[in-house]
C-alpha cells in the first residue's frame, strides 16, 4: 500500500508545482524540444537553483528511487520496504548532486563556465522531463498485476533511454559543431559522468 501512496505523493507533489510554478512547467517542457528556450533558460543564473527547480529535482530523486527499487524487487523477486526505498532516494539524490556539483568544478578548473552552464541546463530538462514519464509509469507499476510489471519496466527504461539520447544527442553536436569539441572527449565524458555514475547507483542499491 505504501508503494501506491507514494507514487500519488509524488503526483502530488508535480500538481503542486504545477498549480504555483506554471510558467517553470512549461518552460520544462519546452526546453525539452525548443532550443531557443533552452538557451533563455541556461543565460538565466537563478533559475536553476530556484523553489521550483529544487523540488522538482526532490520529486525526481523520490521517482528514480522508487522504479529502481521496484525493478530489483522484481529482478531478485524480493519485496521492497519503506525504509530501503527513503534509503534510495538519499543514494540518488546524493549521486546525481554530487554528479552536477563535480561537473560545476570542472567548469571552473577549466573556464568553460559557459559550455557547462547549458550543459547542466539540459541535464536538468532531462531529469525532469524523465520524471513526467516514470509518473504514469509508477502508477501502472503499482496497479498492476506480477505478470505485466517486466514488460512495463522494460518499456519505461527504453522511454527513458529515447529521452536522454535525443536530447543529449542533439546538445553534442551543437557542441561539437560551435566549439570544435573532440568526439574522443565526449566519448570519455560518457563514461566517466554519465554512465558510472548510474553503475555506481546499481551497485549501492543491489
Known amino acids: 500500500n505504501w508503494i501506491l501512496f507514494t507514487v500519488l505523493f509524488l503526483i502530488f507533489g508535480v500538481g503542486l508545482i504545477r498549480v504555483f510554478f506554471p510558467s517553470d ?5 519546452q526546453g525539452y524540444f525548443d532550443d531557443r528556450v533552452l538557451l533563455s533558460v541556461s ?12 523540488f522538482l529535482f526532490v ?7 522508487l522504479f529502481v527499487s521496484l525493478f530489483y524487487a522484481y529482478e531478485l523477486n524480493h519485496f521492497v520496504t519503506f525504509p530501503n526505498y527513503i534509503k ?35 541535464l536538468y530538462l532531462i531529469y525532469f522531463n524523465t520524471l513526467f514519464l516514470m509518473l504514469p509509469v509508477l502508477l501502472i507499476l503499482s496497479l498492476a498485476p506480477l505478470t505485466a510489471v ?12 529515447l529521452l536522454f539520447l535525443y536530447r543529449f544527442l542533439k546538445t553534442a553536436a551543437h ?14 565524458y560518457l563514461c566517466c559522468l554519465e554512465i558510472a555514475p548510474i553503475l555506481i547507483l546499481l551497485r549501492l542499491l543491489s
Do not use: N, Q
Request: charged residues 15%; hydrophobic residues 60%; glycine residues 8%.
Open 25 to 29: 512547467i512549461k518552460l520544462v517542457f
Open 150 to 161: 517486466g514488460v512495463v519496466l522494460h518499456l519505461a527504461i527504453i522511454g527513458a533511454i
Open 88 to 122: 534510495a532516494v538519499g543514494m540518488v539524490c546524493g549521486l546525481f548532486a554530487l554528479k552536477i556539483g563535480f561537473i560545476r568544478f570542472l567548469s571552473f578548473v577549466f573556464e568553460i563556465r559557459k559550455l557547462v552552464k547549458e550543459y547542466v541546463t539540459v
Open 43 to 54: 543565460k538565466e543564473d537563478t533559475i536553476l537553483t530556484s523553489w521550483p527547480f529544487i
Open 175 to 188: 557542441i561539437m559543431s560551435m566549439y570544435k569539441f573532440s568526439i574522443s572527449y565526449l566519448i570519455l
Open 59 to 65: 520529486l525526481f530523486s523520490g521517482a528514480i528511487a
